[in-house]
């Protein structure tokens, strides 16, 4: 992919493929670029922005760094027509597009994810935000970047649990739809785990066109974006039962894909043999899918209700009965304490 141009809601998402060299090129006069201060790295001499530099992590995703990113934005000059650049992971992202769409009633903003994990997913779609008071995402907006650059030479410095996060989303995205992907996930993982830059190049690619066909639909997620949730309504009960520590996003959300094939098989909706062939590939890249012994089915069940309180409806879990062949549906408590 040289360049791609998607359209979300009614506004337009270039995607690019860069070297480190170009990425932080730019035609405006004004451009404040946030970083935190793993991925500030990456650029050890003079660059040609205004930045500001964050610490690292989700406990950062909050108003304060909001704050900061706007107080820095006022001090330099940034005007409307100026562009807010996030240079990091989802975190980084979010908030920086979170504070772009906010700042002036809405200013430009380019995305240079550093994850796989953003690259592959957060980094496109518009979702920006904050976690508040302990509800991860709970203050946002939904604001498109006008432009995500990609250069998977970064990806050469990611720990690997934070590697193995971001294929978690790469693996969902193939099971959602794209059998190609699913393949090369199935028939390539040696590749994939050296981090073989032209596998991963493919894998990326792939994954944010899945993506893409999505949020193009539905950019506000009021129907079938809802879908990109596979295994994350289980996976973030997880999540947050094991206080954000343990299980990584990605592997809490593969966790939860399992746990939501096996929900269907128990409905009699699932194909026990496409519940088989995922378990088959999440085990080839080693994910843990036990549920820590010291945490209790009920602790589970009842932040998946803290979910239902945080959406004002029933939750209703994202089921697959194949590859490719995703629903909605309600899940009964006993079902779901047999399940976990
Ligand atoms: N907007 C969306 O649609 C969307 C989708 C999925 C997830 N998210 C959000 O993304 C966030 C998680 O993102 P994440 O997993 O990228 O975490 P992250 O942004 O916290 O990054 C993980 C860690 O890796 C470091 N890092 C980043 N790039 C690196 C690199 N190339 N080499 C070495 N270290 C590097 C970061 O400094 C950080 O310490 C969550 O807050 C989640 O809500 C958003």
Redo the contacts with the bound molecule.
């Keep these: 992919m040289k360049k791609q141009t998607f359209i979300i809601g009614n506004k337009k998402t270039s995607v690019r493929f860069l070297p480190l060299s170009d990425l932080l090129s730019f035609d405006y006069k004004t451009v404040l670029a946030a970083f935190?201060?793993?991925?500030r790295k990456?650029f050890p001499n003079i660059i040609p922005v205004d930045e500001i530099v964050l610490d690292?992590?989700?406990i950062?995703?909050k108003w304060d760094s909001v704050e900061a990113i706007i107080s820095k934005a006022v001090d330099i000059g940034v005007a409307r027509d100026s562009l807010f650049v996030g240079i990091?992971?989802?975190?980084?992202?979010?908030m920086t597009?979170f504070a772009g769409s906010i700042y002036m009633r809405g200013a430009n903003t380019v995305l240079i994810?550093?994850?796989?994990?953003?690259m592959a997913?957060?980094?496109?779609?518009?979702?920006?935000?904050i976690?508040f008071l302990g509800y991860?995402?709970m203050v946002?907006t939904f604001s498109p970047a006008s432009e995500v650059r990609v250069c998977i030479d970064?990806?050469?410095?990611?720990?690997d649990r934070?590697y193995l996060?971001?294929l978690a989303?790469i693996i969902k995205h193939g099971l959602l739809r794209d059998t190609e992907l699913l393949n090369i996930l199935n028939n390539q993982h040696a590749a994939i785990l050296a981090r073989d830059h032209a596998v991963l190049s493919d894998l990326v690619e792939r994954s944010i066109i899945v993506?893409a066909w999505y949020v193009e639909q539905d950019a506000v997620e009021s129907g079938i974006r809802t879908h990109?949730n596979l295994g994350h309504t289980f996976g973030h009960a997880l999540e947050s039962v094991s206080n954000f520590e343990g299980f990584?996003?990605?592997e809490a959300v593969i966790w939860g894909i399992i746990k939501a094939l096996k929900t269907g098989v128990l409905m009699g909706i699932t194909d026990p043999s496409w519940l088989e062939e995922v378990l088959f590939l999440v085990e080839k890249y080693s994910y843990n899918l036990e549920t820590p012994k010291n945490i209790e089915s009920k602790a589970i069940i009842d932040a998946l209700k803290k979910d239902k309180k945080k959406k004002g409806s029933a939750v209703h879990f994202v089921l697959q009965k194949n590859q490719g062949d995703t629903f909605l549906s309600p899940v009964d408590d006993s079902l779901l304490m047999e399940v976990i």
């Design positions: 935190d201060t793993n991925t990456f690292p992590g989700e950062t995703k990091g992971g989802g975190v980084v992202c979010d597009a994810p550093t994850t796989l994990l953003a997913d957060a980094a496109l779609g518009g979702k920006t935000g976690d991860k995402n946002g970064l990806l050469d410095t990611l720990p934070e996060s971001g989303e993506k990109l990584s996003h990605g």
